[in-house]
């Protein structure tokens, strides 16, 4: 009985991975297909296979390079970003234990920002700091700003979130007037648009990156997910059972800001997707870490090509900030959140 639950297991979860990895080659092959130059789905695989050496299908030059110079790139690090930021939410709810934590709503991404902005602007560190260093340190300083305003607070589920507006709102004008007092006409035009988030001048280093810290975050989020399982049974219950609480803590919000600031550097400030992503999964997949921190993984992945793809079609030949097509998503559920707590008060 017990050789036969595990081998229906093992299926359901190699059945489940193959599913998932289907799901994300067709969201991938159908983001790089969308734009004003239409590519069909076949003719991106074909350009796939012929690129790996298992197909040799003659194809157009021109569709070559806009798959493999721009589209598929781009595809590409919008999923690792939304698999980061959908990890984010996972470990940011838990550990809070606020069902609203999520780096954008902590304040988290409007302190990468600034760190962002800081290096491209001010030129801080050039050649010694990088983008992505800037934008950590900018994340890192704003959970130290809401820890400090959270710290010793009973039940501070609330004010967690007020401590995440005041961080968001802290950053955001520190970011603005570093752009009105320091930053050219174009340059202000860019860094704008670039915080509404947009993946439009990613590529293959990009995504080298993203990819590389992505997976590293969740590897470490996975790795104390039996440690999250007990957390969400408060720190006390945690404590009982000899898990070292406050070392757990700075590890996964170091992995945490690490994620949102890389993210941020190469995509600008992105919101919701780490609010959405973990209920919708959680609904789906149940309380258990494990299985929520790779389901939100690959949920976030399909749900930021999508929104995209959106943010390239919706106005045509113009492009929408991604951030822009999150934030009408995530808006409305956040409400949503608040609404049901309200009730339950």
Request: charged residues 10%.
């Given at each position: ?111 990468a920002s600034t760190g962002a902005v800081s290096v ?144 941020v550097s190469m995509a600008g400030s992105i919101g ?70 309200r009730r339950k008060l």
């Amino acid at each position: 009985m017990s050789a036969g639950r595990l081998t229906s297991k093992l299926i359901r979860r190699t059945v489940l991975t193959l599913v998932s990895l289907l799901l994300l080659l067709l969201m991938a092959g159908f983001a790089v297909g969308v734009g004003e130059l239409s590519i069909p789905l076949q003719t991106t695989f074909y350009a796939f296979g012929n690129k790996l050496g298992l197909t040799a299908v003659p194809l157009n030059r021109i569709h070559e390079t806009v798959i493999w110079d721009f589209r598929l790139s781009r595809a590409l690090v919008a999923a690792c970003s939304g698999a980061g930021l959908a990890v984010c939410g996972v470990v940011l709810q838990c550990l809070l234990k606020n069902a609203l934590a999520e780096p954008y709503v902590l304040g988290v991404s409007a302190g990468a920002s600034t760190g962002a902005v800081s290096v491209v602007v001010l030129g801080l560190g050039t050649g010694a700091v990088s983008l992505s260093a800037g934008a950590f340190t900018g994340a890192f300083a704003a959970f130290a700003f809401v820890a400090i305003l959270t710290n010793g607070a009973r039940g501070g589920s609330e004010r967690t979130i007020l401590a995440g507006v005041a961080a968001s709102q802290l950053f955001n004008a520190i970011t603005a007037y570093i752009i009105s007092t320091s930053a050219n006409a174009q340059q202000a035009r860019d860094v704008m648009f670039w915080l509404l988030g947009s993946f439009s001048g990613v590529r293959w280093p990009e995504f080298t990156l993203v990819m590389t810290v992505v997976m590293l975050g969740l590897a470490v989020c996975l790795w104390y997910a039996k440690a999250l399982d007990a957390f969400t049974f408060g720190e006390d219950a945690a404590a009982s059972l000899g898990i070292p609480v406050g070392f757990i803590r700075l590890v996964l919000f170091s992995a945490t800001a690490l994620m949102a600031a890389t993210i941020v550097s190469m995509a600008g400030s992105i919101g919701f997707v780490g609010l959405v992503v973990p209920h919708v999964v959680r609904y789906f997949s149940g309380p258990l870490h494990r299985p929520l921190l790779l389901a939100s993984a690959v949920v976030g992945a399909l749900f930021m090509m999508l929104a995209d793809i959106v943010s390239r079609t919706a106005i045509a030949p113009q492009t929408l900030p991604v951030g822009v097509v999150t934030s009408l998503v995530g808006v409305p559920f956040f409400a949503a959140i608040l609404y049901r707590a309200r009730r339950k008060l």
